[in-house]
Every structure is written in structure tokens, then in C-alpha cells.
């Protein structure tokens, strides 16, 4: 009885239809699963910026600032609309980015009044924005004030207005900071490293981990290592991403400490998870000639797309020519494997 039983269930989960299996993805080897902010910058590295578009209006419907600054950059540069839309799209985009925290969306929307896209062509207005920008804490906008005012100087009380946006910031240890960069570029102001260096102590003793870093990098100016070293432990140990890097310089080339190529790569490292795109970069060059031995393409490849997302234009290139096309394609003593022989 049992064994009719048995042979019935048998016969019966025979005409079950079993399901097909499931086929990988074809970037199932990245690592990234569904994020859509890294599989849109795969597709912008791979030049196809239009199938980017619906991955990063997701992933910044869901609060994403990268996702908005990218739409921004797409749209001012034509992609995805109409010439007489896609430049009004782009100050929305970044816009948003902006409203919701990101100082890097105030960058965006100088640049657009810097180039004249979807908006009159206003270097001062630009500088406006550069300034609000690099009063909020984006790292790269004082390069960009400093190298428009080089274009279009400015004097009078235009410059008094945008040395204002300073000031006002200039109670807190962070204005403090930008302030003394202020003194020592002679940016807006008369350069006067005795009061940038003065600014910088006092940011650092209300707990500036930036203004550490940059006296840092003063006292080796001054040849004076050992206060270096001890700046830049402090403000790398308290967040600061300019203490990291430096940190990482000094142990890769042994200047002031003992040369380790360990804790240089931890500091890259720690700085890359910090959001600096020059790590992250550098981690995917490191990972990528790993790659050439293990076949582990994937973990190169996110520090790259990482870097693409936080701005990085030259990490397009080289995850396109470190990564993909070698990945693709490795030629070995004249033979080319292909890519089923490798690891992904």
C-alpha cells in the first residue's frame, strides 16, 4: 500500500513543471545587486548616459543627492531632453540635491550660471553659489571660486558681499577654517598666513578636525615633522579626510615616520570610506592589478564606480580600461583567454 502511495506521489510531482533556472544578470559579477545609483554609473562609464536616466531618477526619488547631481550633469549637458528643457531640468535636479542637504548641488548650479545653461551667463552669480557652496562644506567649490575669479576678477562691493558669506560663518569652527584657507589662498582677502595659522588653532581647538589637518600640513611647510605627524594623527582620528590622505602619503614614502605600505593602504582606505574620490580611486587601480592575478574584478570595479558617483572624471577611464576591457579580454604570452576563465 505504501509503496502505491509512493509511486503515485512520484508520478504526481513528475507533472509538476519545474521551474527554469534562473539566468545571472550580466553584471551579477560587480557585486552591487540593485543598486541603482552604481548601475548607472556602469552605464555611464560604458557611454550609455540615456539608460542611466531611469536608474538615477529611482534612486534619487528615494533621496539619493549623488542620483539628483548626476541628473543635473545629464540634463545640462543635453541628455535626456529637449535643448530648450533639459537645462531648466538640471537646476531643478540640483535644486533638490541642494535643498536636501548637499552642498555639491549649490556647486552644480554654478557651474550652470558659469557656462550660461538654462540660465544667463552670470560669472558673479556663479561665484555667489561657489561661495554658499564652500561655506557648507564642499570640498571642491574654493577651487572653483578661486579659478572663476581668476577668469573674472571682481572688486568693490561684489567682493566685500561674497567675503560676507564667510563671515557670517566665521563664529563656528568650521567658518574658521574656510576663513584662515581664505587668508592663505588670498582669496577675497589679502593673503596673511600669520592670521590663516591663527584661525586654524583656534578651529582646532574647538575639535576642527579639517583646520588639524591643514596645520598640519603648515608645520611641514615650517620643516617641523614631528608636529606635523602629530596634527595630522589627530585630525585623521577625528574624521578629517585631507588628514587621511596626508597620513597615507607619509607612510607610503617614510617621510617623518617609519615607511609601511600597510598602514598607508589603511588610511587610503579609511579615506575612500570617507567619501574622498582620489582613494577611491586609487583602491580600484590597487584591486585591478590584483585582479590580473585572482580574477576578483568586481571589488575594483565598485571602488571605481564609487568614485564616478562622488565626481571623479577620470574614474570613467580607467574603470573602463583598468576594469572592463581587461576583464573582457586578457592577452597572456600571446594567447587571449576569455572571460569564463576568470573569477568574477
Same mark, same amino acid.
Given at each position: 500500500m505504501e509503496k502505491s502511495i509512493a509511486v503515485a506521489v512520484a508520478a504526481t510531482l513528475a507533472l509538476v513543471p519545474t521551474r527554469a533556472p534562473a539566468r545571472a544578470r550580466p553584471d551579477a559579477w560587480l557585486g552591487i545587486g540593485r543598486q541603482p545609483l552604481l548601475r548607472a554609473m556602469l552605464l555611464i562609464a560604458e557611454r550609455k548616459p540615456s539608460g542611466a536616466l531611469p536608474l538615477l531618477e529611482a534612486s534619487a526619488a528615494k533621496g539619493n543627492t549623488l542620483a539628483a547631481i548626476w541628473l543635473a550633469r545629464l540634463f545640462a549637458d543635453g541628455i535626456g531632453g529637449a535643448k530648450n528643457t533639459a537645462p531648466t531640468r538640471a537646476i531643478c535636479w540640483a535644486t533638490l540635491a541642494a535643498a536636501e542637504g548637499n552642498p555639491g548641488g549649490l556647486l552644480e548650479i554654478g557651474k550652470l550660471y558659469q557656462n550660461g545653461r538654462g540660465v544667463a551667463k552670470s560669472p558673479y552669480t556663479a561665484d555667489t553659489y561657489f561661495a554658499w557652496a564652500a561655506s557648507r562644506g564642499?570640498?571642491?567649490?574654493?577651487?572653483?571660486?578661486?579659478?572663476?575669479?581668476?577668469?573674472?576678477?571682481?572688486?568693490?562691493?561684489? +567682493?566685500?558681499?561674497? *567675503? =560676507?558669506? @564667510? &563671515?557670517? #560663518?566665521? $563664529?563656528?569652527?568650521?567658518? /574658521?577654517?574656510?576663513?584662515?584657507?581664505?587668508?592663505?589662498?588670498?582669496?577675497?582677502?589679502?593673503?596673511?598666513?600669520?592670521?590663516?595659522?591663527?584661525?586654524?588653532?583656534?578651529?582646532?581647538?574647538?575639535?576642527?578636525?579639517?583646520?588639524?589637518?591643514?596645520?598640519?600640513?603648515?608645520?611641514?611647510?615650517?620643516?617641523?615633522?614631528?608636529?606635523?605627524?602629530?596634527?595630522?594623527?589627530?585630525a585623521a582620528r577625528a574624521g578629517s579626510? +585631507?588628514?587621511?590622505? *596626508? =597620513?597615507? @602619503? &607619509?607612510? #607610503?614614502? $617614510?617621510?617623518?615616520?617609519? /615607511?609601511?605600505?600597510?598602514?598607508?593602504?589603511?588610511?587610503?582606505?579609511?579615506?575612500?570610506?570617507?567619501?574622498?574620490?582620489?582613494?577611491?580611486?586609487?583602491?580600484?587601480?590597487?584591486?585591478?592589478?590584483?585582479?590580473?592575478?585572482?580574477?576578483?574584478?568586481?571589488?575594483?570595479?565598485?571602488?571605481?564606480?564609487?568614485?564616478?558617483?562622488?565626481?571623479?572624471?577620470?574614474?570613467?577611464?580607467?574603470?573602463?580600461?583598468?576594469?572592463?576591457?581587461?576583464?573582457?579580454?586578457?592577452?597572456?604570452?600571446?594567447?587571449?583567454?576569455?572571460?569564463e576563465h576568470l573569477r568574477g
Open positions: 564642499c570640498l571642491n567649490a574654493l577651487d572653483s571660486l578661486r579659478d572663476n575669479i581668476g577668469m573674472h576678477p571682481i572688486t568693490g562691493p561684489k +567682493r566685500r558681499r561674497l *567675503l =560676507l558669506i @564667510f &563671515l557670517r #560663518a566665521a $563664529g563656528t569652527p568650521a567658518g /574658521k577654517c574656510d576663513l584662515a584657507l581664505l587668508y592663505s589662498m588670498g582669496l577675497l582677502v589679502g593673503r596673511d598666513e600669520k592670521r590663516s595659522i591663527a584661525l586654524l588653532k583656534s578651529a582646532a581647538a574647538s575639535g576642527n578636525a579639517d583646520a588639524m589637518a591643514y596645520l598640519g600640513s603648515a608645520r611641514f611647510s615650517e620643516s617641523a615633522p614631528g608636529g606635523a605627524i602629530k596634527w595630522l594623527r589627530r579626510v +585631507r588628514g587621511m590622505i *596626508l =597620513l597615507s @602619503f &607619509l607612510y #607610503a614614502t $617614510g617621510k617623518g615616520v617609519p /615607511k609601511s605600505r600597510r598602514l598607508s593602504w589603511l588610511w587610503t582606505r579609511r579615506a575612500a570610506e570617507h567619501g574622498d574620490v582620489f582613494s577611491m580611486s586609487q583602491l580600484g587601480l590597487r584591486y585591478s592589478t590584483k585582479a590580473l592575478a585572482d580574477g576578483r574584478w568586481g571589488r575594483a570595479a565598485r571602488w571605481y564606480l564609487r568614485a564616478i558617483a562622488n565626481g571623479d572624471t577620470l574614474a570613467e577611464k580607467r574603470l573602463r580600461d583598468c576594469v572592463l576591457k581587461p576583464r573582457a579580454t586578457i592577452v597572456k604570452d600571446h594567447i587571449i583567454l576569455p572571460d
